[in-house]
């Protein structure tokens, strides 16, 4: 099984590759655009570099994982709640 795993947009974007359990390859989006932490930017650059240090190609991923550091966000989504039911739009 081949899982893609991504993070990002955010700091430090970044994505690696695990091939039957076993991390292939690694690599954090500033390394390939040069900009410091990547704030942002989806890891687009670090996904093809991964595949292609592990000389697969996307047809081949299983899976595609998105993670999310959800905790460090808790406190920006509530305020953005709280200002959207301020305005009384339909968010959620």
Known sequence: MILLGIFGPGANSSSCLLVNGKLSSLV??????????????????????????????????????????????????????KKIKKKNLNFF
Do not use: A, F, Q
Request: glycine letters at 2%; one cysteine or more; proline letters at 4%.
């Open 28 to 81: 954090e989006e500033e390394r390939l655009n040069r900009i410091k932490t990547s704030p942002h930017n989806l890891p687009l650059k670090s996904m093809e570099k991964c595949l292609e240090l592990s000389n697969l190609d996307i047809s081949m991923v299983d899976y595609i994982c998105v993670g999310w550091d959800c905790y460090n966000y808790d406190e920006y989504l509530k305020k953005k709640t």
